[in-house]
């Protein structure tokens, strides 16, 4: 799964680290996230959608919506 989590930290100048605080995971678990190794839990998404002002679809693209 690809997402767009770095566009928006970037958006926020927000850190790999902040944004994982501000849901509850490590930085790592993240940068999995950006790379597309690691497909989040739905609380985990929408954790992050609101950490960052978006919705679950802007966020993360499925591979039916490529």
């Known amino acids: 799964m690809k997402t767009r989590i770095?566009?928006?930290r970037a958006k926020y100048d927000m850190t790999?680290?902040?944004l994982g605080k501000l849901v509850g995971v490590r930085r790592e678990t993240i940068s999995?996230?950006?790379k597309g190794k690691?497909?989040?839990s739905l609380k985990l998404a929408h954790l992050i959608s609101k950490a960052l002002n978006?919705?679950?679809?802007?966020?993360f693209i499925f591979e039916n919506d490529e």
């Open 32 to 34: 999995f996230l950006e």
């Open 16 to 18: 790999q680290e902040e």
């Open 6 to 8: 770095k566009e928006y």
């Open 54 to 59: 978006a919705t679950i679809d802007e966020l």
């Open 38 to 40: 690691y497909n989040p």
